[in-house]
């Protein structure tokens, strides 16, 4: 399976999903993603048991697993009146249980690959120019301390996935992917007009989307370098009296655009079931995963500093680490305030609006 | 005596710089200059006898003074060949030496300013959003260790300074600038058009500016977040072998933007002689001096991190400090890289180009 192309096959109306009924579309749909999960799933499974550090095969099957995961996961939430409850309620905790634990070790392989190459570049000693942190004696001293943190976050995730994968949860999962794959539960409404159905769900999603960016300071995000941030992090106002924990503050502050990117990822899956075009959803779709991406090694690096009897130096380090990793936070959020406004003029804008 | 307005009070050609000689047209502004030098002197001087971090009134003669003092020492610089050599070149060593001498303190109490203001602004925990180092407890530590160590140097600066004014060479320079109000030291070629000497001498320091950039990634600048503080510092070749000191390496890296600082303010001085447009040249001006300032800034953090016995705490809060101010050294490049080719189309390089 391969990931899905910016833009629909086909546009809307001219085929499939829109001339069949809701239930066809979404059983297609489904049983597609279905399919694929269950081809992934034994390769994925198989692979998880060697060393962690998964080979590209492994790594690719695991990746073509939560694609489907993902993808089946959305398209129950968005249209979810069309589905039988209690199982479609059923279905996505279990989906979401193992989004969770596929993507802890790949997450702290990113993690680690986004870290210490940052960390290279900042301490570079030439090639296109010497970074802020070349030939520092802490550098070499952070990189260790990270690379030893981040494996060892590795190791735990990639066991608690071994234990998951043999576990009775994860089988009864695959089972209702086989069933998926034949036969949906699908309510009495599902047998009207997919245009019926499905669009005015669709366009809910849409809709959350261009509401979960009102919160956003997208007016200041325009010019660049405005500290977004470093300085400045909340985008709602703060809680009662002094926030005393920056953690606690920059996890407050982050939260409403990594909501933003949950919403952009339904936005897309429904659109997709719709067969509607999807031009710039994936770019949104990028630039919020790199803006989590930066912002959980930031966190990462803070808490790196707060490990006890290291050097100053190896702290200091870390303090330009974290710095430069929030600055790719900002970087992404002003990607994001030029793209989104963009995306009014695309035809997915005219299509749920249509 | 005020800042010179962004644009000329009279267009070349219809006003007195293009009417008279070059003599009558240099002798004119540099009494002009002589006597708000004169002017400011004794204020300068007198209130530099108090404590250290002068009086607002007192500031703002010193100000008034390095005005006077860098717009002499451009004229001469750049109209060179008009002024009797030996003297010009003697006067210009005396002038850079009380340039150094008085911009010291100054110079440091806007660094004190800057990097509080940046660790405030960075540890805040309320207003308009938390900063990263929110609650951190090493961002007292850090503050108190710049504030002393600035402020050391700040009073090292004024006993230096104190000395000098009360110096035999002080009243020589007094000496030269009250003749320098009355009489000009100029060669015979002085005597011809203004147009024909000065006009010829201006466009060789616009075409030293425009030089000076060319040695600038300037088409890479023009995307935002490209990392050029922090990572890629370099602009020009690194120095045979590795570089294995971040702050030579900077050192070297930055040259050519605080070098390109200095193009900008004799250009800027010889069009104010010649009262041709200066449009956009004092935005360029104020953009450098951002620069220098948050370079210089981040050089004083990295310092800081390296006292003996900080805790780690302290020393990761520097770091944030330092990264912070290296991101502002990017987005006044980022800034520069937008502001210049724009001048391209502005009055003065029309002026220059006639």
Redesign the interface.
Known sequence: MTEAPTTAPEPYGSADPAAGTAGEVLAGYLAAQAGAFLRALPQAVGEAGSRPGALPASAAAAADLLRAVRRVGGALHTFEPAFEPAWAAEARTELRWLLDLLGQEPAYQRRADRLLAALD??????G?????????TGAPKARALLERQLTLARTRAHSGLLQELRSARLHALADRMTLLAGEVPLEPRAARQSAEVLRPQAATALAALAEGTERLPLARLAA??G?D???????VP?ARG?????EA??TA?DAPWHRLRVLVKRARYALEVCGAPLDGLDGLDRVLHRHQEAADA?LTA?AA?RTPR???????????????Q???V??AR?AFGHQWPNLQHHGWHAWATA
Chains 1, 2 share one sequence.
């Not at 296109?128 to 520092?136: T, V």
């Not at 941030?229 to 985008?235: D, E, I, M, N």
């Not at 290291?310 to 680490?321: D, H, K, M, N, R």
Request: aromatic share 6%.
């Open positions: 570049s900042l301490s570079d000693t030439a296109d120019g010497p970074g802020i942190l070349a030939g520092h660049p370098y500290g941030g470093l300085h400045r992090l909340a985008t703060p002094p926030v005393l924990d920056a503050a920059l502050a930031a803070a500093a290291i050097t100053p130096a190896t702290a200091y380090v870390l303090g330009v680490v974290h710095a430069d929030r600055l790719e900002e970087a002003y």
